[in-house]
């Protein structure tokens, strides 16, 4: 209880902490089950107005509050998340990126159908320490509304600027304001931007974890949302609201389990689903979106996140049989460093109240239309090999991880697509773990993994490859030429070499 009335009295200096004890984390971690209490605190949101949404995000290293403490970390602005920026279809997003930091950075947004070129959505470009970068995304009047994300994306930095506090919620909604179009009716929607971290005794976010760590891919003891430690939500009850989750870990999978209240997923990475779905039917891999139409009953009921198994890496000759040895390499405090890379905990994200005795209202049943690339016949088929793992080579142990043998390199095209193909793309998971892959520009339709086709249209842009699997996606490669990547979106992967290049071309 004391610890409680600690974070409750609202922002936990870090002197205080350390009178504590240090190890300070633990406070907000052990407070989690049956919440700190705190109200659920949602990002500042940024709408676009006349067509246009005109924002500067500055990128720096600095005090915020996270998980109800003072803590030194990256972000954009003043909070983790970023500001949510809210557009419509046809607008005009522009995005003055100002690097603070003292670091490279840039910005993606993911899942948007935008160019890939000029100020658009260039992963390649490198904004320097004090420099700053004008990107102008041109939201096509046809692109599907949804929940959308933006991240840091500079190749070799995602992961660790990711996990420190690079991230934001970017929503495409109807231009008449109502939401979005295949809403049911719900009283409200909400964001909840869900992200972990490790927190030093110091109250820094930790930088730079060891080498089992980012080979399994690093997992954070802190899990947020909004960037509080299971924050408290309250609705009413009788009524319905939308949940926009979105999975911006930078490793770990969420598998949502909601008791106390009935929800069903409506929409999945931007893309309504046909039928909904069963929330135990969705795991969410590292960059996924999940949409949530939860109809609140009297009462309180908390959202989890169940353990997942996704795996670990062993590398040729059976490496990780010395996990001991190579994860004395300096993992960081509580950074998950050995053995199984996947989630053991359960963790509740947040408790959800439905204030007063109405009885839930009825779970939404009907669906949306949406395009099915089934019937279309590809014009090829290309087969991508995911692999890596530990390797002993001249220079000494190293990690690679590869796609079709190749670490990512930015002066290579690997792939060359013809604008308007409609191409099969076959993810091969050579490797003891999961690997979730994500296109950048083109949202993929899932056909099968390992010769099962899901049960209803399923268009991603991250698709789950699971340890040995074959999956088979489709890509209308419409609209934009020019280069772009795909990747694991395990995002230490992505910076130990998962990633590729794709150059779309009119000729
Ligand atoms: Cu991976």
């Known amino acids: 209880m004391r610890r409680r009335s600690l974070l409750v009295g609202g922002a936990v200096g870090v002197g205080v902490a350390a009178a504590v004890g240090g190890g300070w984390w633990w406070l907000a971690r052990e407070d989690a089950p049956g919440a700190s209490g705190l109200a659920l605190s949602e990002p500042a949101v940024h709408r676009s107005v006349d067509g246009v949404l005109d924002v500067e995000l500055v990128a720096s290293e600095r005090t915020r509050t ?41 910005l993606h947004v993911h899942g948007l159908h935008v160019s890939p070129t000029g100020r658009g959505d260039d992963v390649f470009v490198s904004v320097a320490p004090g420099a700053s970068h004008q ?30 506090g690079l991230f934001g919620g970017l929503l495409v909604v109807p231009a008449d304001g109502t939401g979005t179009s295949s809403s049911p009716e719900v009283a409200r929607e909400r964001l909840l931007v869900v992200s972990d971290v490790t927190l030093s005794a110091d109250g820094t976010a930790v930088a730079g974890v060891g080498r089992m760590a980012q080979m399994n891919g690093r997992e954070g003891e802190l899990v947020l949302v909004d960037g509080q430690s299971a924050p408290r939500l309250v609705g009413t009850s009788g009524t319905r609201e939308r949940w926009r989750v979105v999975n911006a870990c930078t490793s770990r999978y969420l598998s949502l389990a909601l008791d106390g209240h009935a929800a069903v997923v409506v929409a999945r990475d931007g893309a309504d689903l046909a039928s909904p779905s069963d929330l135990a039917d969705v795991v969410l891999a590292p960059g996924n979106r999940a949409d949530l ?39 960081g405090p509580g950074v998950t460093g050995s053995g199984a890379a996947g989630t053991s905990e359960d963790v509740v994200l947040l408790t959800a109240l439905g204030r007063g005795s109405a009885a839930a209202p009825a779970v939404v049943t009907a ?14 088929t290309r087969t991508l090999t995911l692999a890596g793992g530990m390797s002993a080579g001249m220079a000494g142990m190293g990690m690679a991880f590869t796609i079709d043998g190749h670490e990512f390199s930015m002066d290579r095209v690997d792939q060359r697509v013809r604008l308007g193909e409609v191409e099969d793309w076959v993810l091969v998971n050579d490797t003891t773990m999961h690997h979730p892959f994500h296109l950048h520009v083109w949202p993929m339709q899932v056909l099968e993994t390992d010769g099962v086709a899901p049960s209803r249209v399923t268009r991603l842009d991250v698709v789950d490859v699971p340890a040995g699997a074959r999956v088979r996606v489709r890509v209308s490669f419409t609209d934009f030429p020019g280069r772009t990547v795909y990747h694991c979106h395990v995002l230490d992967h992505e910076d130990l070499g998962m990633m590729g290049t794709v150059q779309v071309t009119t000729s």
Not at 137 to 160: F, L, N, Q, S
């Open 66 to 106: 996270l998980a109800g403490a003072l803590v030194t970390c990256f972000g954009y602005g003043d909070g983790v998340p970023g500001p949510t920026l809210v557009v419509s279809p046809g607008d005009t997003l522009r995005v003055l990126l100002v690097n603070d930091l003292d670091e490279p950075t840039n």
């Open 135 to 164: 990107y102008v995304y041109e939201i096509g009047t046809e692109h599907p509304t949804g929940t959308y994300w933006y991240h840091a994306h500079h190749h070799g930095r995602v992961a660790d600027q990711v996990w420190r």
């Open 293 to 331: 139409v939860v109809s609140l009953t009297s009462g309180e009921g908390s959202l989890r996140a169940l353990p997942v198994d996704r795996g670990a890496m062993t590398g040729s000759g059976g490496m990780m049989g010395s996990g001991g040895m190579m994860g004395s390499g300096g993992t």
């Open 367 to 380: 669906g949306a239309d949406v395009v099915d690339l089934g019937a279309l016949t590809p014009t090829r």
